[in-house]
């Protein structure tokens, strides 16, 4: 499985360093996934890209519970926690508050492994 994971805001390219040296030493993610950053490329004319997602692809022993409670916890670390988007496919899911609640929702969603599609 692949998964994209997006910070939103001014200060994204610093977060999602910060998120990715997080994700790559959770044992329970790294275990189970392999972590890289993505660049968009950058327009003509420009010296480079910026970074624009964390991507990790999953093996089948992965646990959407232990990696939502990663990114949550990243989170919590962050002096304004950032809202957080997750791409699996076509399927979009955020973390803004970090609720029970919010947790269960996405964990349910990206253990989903059906066609789910559109926005929650």
């Keep these: ?3 994209q994971v997006r910070v939103d805001g001014d200060e994204s390219e610093p ?5 990715y040296g997080w994700l790559a030493q959770e044992p329970a993610v790294r275990s189970t996934a392999s972590v890289s950053l993505v660049e968009r490329p ?7 890209g910026w970074l624009d997602a964390v991507q990790l692809v999953t093996d089948n022993g992965w646990s959407a519970a232990s990696f939502v409670l990663s990114v949550v916890t990243w989170r919590q670390t962050r002096p304004r926690a950032p809202r957080v988007v997750i791409r699996r496919g076509d ?3 955020s973390l803004a508050d970090g609720s029970d609640d919010e947790i269960r929702r996405v964990t ?7 066609e789910a599609g559109g926005e929650a």
């Design 1 to 3: 499985m692949l998964l």
């Design 42 to 48: 950058g327009r003509p004319g420009e010296m480079g």
């Design 91 to 93: 399927l979009e899911v």
């Design 15 to 19: 977060e999602l360093r910060g998120l």
């Design 108 to 114: 349910a969603l990206l253990e989903d492994r059906g």
